[in-house]
């Protein structure tokens, strides 16, 4: 069975790729130099696309800074800076939930990305060697379970049955193997030169040693990605917390205070005043909402600029040869 | 720790395959946890799927729960509610790929046409980003700005105009989260047709600008084309996934909602499976899904191979 789930499986194509947007940087002199009318549209359109992505983010940024007295002359959020303060951040770093939230965010995150990396990392290599003892078949058990999935009862059952109800492992261990971002890695790997590993094995080197001293350092880039794939997967977790944990919450992430603190509005049991923020005098509701808003962007916001140059590699690297 | 031998040189040694195992004994070590994880969490949940065809009754367990043959299925299709999630599902499959997926073709071709390499990478990764929010966070924004409270509510009551709650209508629902998927994911769809568009071979263009094709014509005959691949094998993939749209998107926007328009099979599952503890009934209709899924990637790969695609797969 051949699989091309996408299409430019080659570092070679990536870095062509680049090479060409460079050269492209200058009009060649056979093409019509553009119409005004259509650099306008072309411009506007754009400038559309962008503004529509971060206009609510710089609103919502705003507001999340803005005193009650502001909040209250705009009638809600904020679109010009008027009166600035941080007290909502600190109002909200105060509040319990929301404290203990982005430390259960946090651990889930870094144990959940450390656990996957570590088996995907291992899996991938252990796969990508040629002609290795059952390779094939085991890259066919992983492609399967792209397609064919016991769905959502089952899964629950076999994860309730093992115990997992209320217990965080039920949020990381069943989605910790991505196969998608393995067969990423697999085609990396597969491409680390034939000659660089034999010259590893004929110095000594295992495959343990192989793997972290040789093919890892030399790709760097896709694991940055496969790295953010998963850190982003378990920080936006949401559906495992609601069939896993939904009642106790002591134990939720933040994305779940998100939906229930801004999205819905309901107080949460274990705040200090039964209704975030609405006794505080110095902060109004709607800023502290957009403070947990913001803190939900912050990790990612952190490590995006890292990784953003990366994208493309890890997201075309889909392909491979069953 | 043995070295190995160079077995990639011309002749090959035959080998029993005990001793295969042992040459490979770390590669295969190391791919154990995932297969392992994988075993538990994708197959075993496989034989759960006996649960639809049984009463299952947690307390004792799939293996000694009574078999009742097709009895869920029976009642499934005669459950209204189950024919309006998969209506439902159908319906808003087919508005999000009509409106959905041209934009990210359309903005490929757009973005495409910048000179400037700056310009062009501040626009993809602002593009980009949403794609990394969660769907809480992504909900959450448009209740900001389209809700009862949002921006746009508080702009029409501040110019004395009448309020209009986009989040809570049923009737344009299927716009609103067609509008959210377009937010959250155009920008990411781009990629793969950028790079078909980087993949198109520049002498081309010029070998057409020396027969005197203007600009629309060059799009016409040799940047189309040149994306057919692409865009063929995009379509499949979403014709196969057609059944599953958006799982949480719809979980938190029931409510607001109402869940005779925004109950999908997944939520049906979910709501009619595990809420009421009633999991047989739930597994039947996630089997359901999964069945015609199934269907729905070969058909589609079918299609593929009838346009001369490679599509998803080729045996």
Same mark, same amino acid.
């Given at each position: 069975m051949t699989n091309t789930l996408t299409i430019s499986p080659t570092r070679a194509g990536a870095a062509a790729q680049a090479r060409h947007s460079r050269a492209g940087t200058a009009r060649p002199p056979w093409e019509e130099p553009p119409t005004v009318i259509g650099q306008t549209v072309k411009g506007l359109t754009l400038i559309g696309v962008v503004a529509v992505v971060l206009v609510p983010l710089w609103i919502i940024l705003v507001t999340s800074f803005s005193t009650p007295g502001a909040i209250n002359r705009a009638g809600g959020?904020?679109?010009?800076? &008027?009166g600035l303060t941080v007290e909502p951040y600190r109002e909200m770093l105060l509040d319990p939930t929301v404290r203990t939230s982005l430390l259960v965010s946090l651990g889930i995150t870094l144990i959940g990305t450390a656990v996957s990396m570590a088996v995907s990392v291992m899996c991938a290599y252990g796969l990508?060697?040629?002609?290795?003892?059952?390779h094939r078949f085991l890259l066919l058990l992983l492609i399967v379970t792209m397609f064919v999935n016991g769905g959502l009862i089952p899964t629950f059952l076999v994860v309730t049955d093992l115990?997992?109800?209320?217990?965080?492992w039920a949020l990381v261990l069943p989605s910790a193997v991505s196969v998608f971002n393995i067969l990423v890695l697999r085609a990396f790997y597969s491409e680390t030169s034939g000659e660089l590993i034999d010259a590893a094995r004929l110095d000594g080197a295992g495959d343990w040693r192989i793997l972290w001293s040789v093919v890892l350092p030399t790709s760097r880039a896709v694991t940055a990605v496969v790295t953010l794939f998963y850190a982003v997967g378990y920080w936006n977790a949401f559906f495992n917390v609601m069939l896993y944990?939904?009642? &106790?919450s002591q134990k939720w992430p933040l994305q779940y205070v998100l939906l229930t603190?801004? #999205?819905?509005?309901v107080g949460l049991p274990?705040?200090? #005043? #039964?209704?975030?923020?609405?006794?505080?005098?110095?902060?109004?509701p709607l800023s502290l909402q957009m403070a947990v808003v913001v803190l939900t962007l912050i990790p990612l916001l952190i490590v995006y600029p890292f990784v953003q140059k990366h994208f493309r590699t890890g997201v075309l690297t889909g392909a491979i040869k069953g | 720790m043995s070295v190995q031998q160079?077995?990639?040189?011309?002749h090959p040694v035959r080998l029993t395959w005990r001793m295969r195992i042992r040459r490979d004994r770390t590669l295969l070590l190391m791919t154990v946890p995932s297969i392992a994880l994988l075993l538990v969490f994708n197959y075993a949940p496989l034989f759960g799927l006996a649960t639809a065809f049984q009463d299952y009754d947690p307390l004792i367990g799939v293996w000694h729960s009574q078999w009742v043959g097709l009895d869920q299925f029976r009642q499934l299709f005669q459950d209204a509610q189950f024919w309006d999630s998969l209506k439902n599902t159908i319906y808003l499959s087919f508005v999000q790929l009509i409106l959905f997926f041209p934009i990210p073709i359309v903005l490929a071709l757009l973005l495409n046409t910048v000179l400037s390499i700056q310009v062009r990478n501040f626009i993809q990764s602002v593009v980009y980003l949403?794609?990394?929010?969660?769907w809480v966070l992504t909900i959450t924004i448009f209740q900001q700005m389209l809700?009862?409270?949002?921006l746009l509510n508080q702009f029409l009551r501040s110019h004395g105009m009448s309020t209009w709650d986009?989040?809570?209508?049923p009737h344009t629902f299927a716009l609103l989260v067609t509008s959210q998927a377009v937010w959250k994911e155009a920008g990411w769809g781009i990629i793969v047709f950028l790079a078909a568009l980087a993949g198109i071979n520049r002498e081309l263009y010029e070998a057409a600008a020396a027969d005197g094709a203007g600009r629309w014509r060059r799009m016409w005959h040799i940047t189309l084309p040149g994306m057919r691949g692409v865009i063929v094998l995009m379509l499949v993939l979403r014709l196969g996934n057609?059944?599953?749209?958006g799982f949480e998107q719809f979980l938190i926007q029931r409510d607001a909602v109402g869940?005779?328009?925004?109950?999908v099979l997944d939520t049906f599952s979910f709501y009619y499976g595990i809420a009421t503890n009633n999991y047989s009934y739930g597994a039947a209709a996630g089997l359901f899904k999964s069945v015609i899924s199934l269907l729905l990637i070969w058909g589609a790969n079918k299609l593929a191979h009838a346009f001369g695609e490679d599509g998803l797969y080729r045996t």
């Open positions: 959020l904020v679109i010009w800076p &008027d990508s060697r040629p002609r290795s003892f059952a115990g997992g109800y209320g217990k965080y944990m939904p009642t &106790d603190y801004v #999205n819905r509005g274990g705040s200090v #005043n #039964n209704g975030f923020g609405s006794t505080h005098a110095h902060t109004a | 160079p077995q990639d040189a011309g949403p794609h990394f929010f969660s809700g009862g409270a949002g986009i989040m809570t209508n057609a059944l599953s749209v869940h005779s328009s925004a109950d």
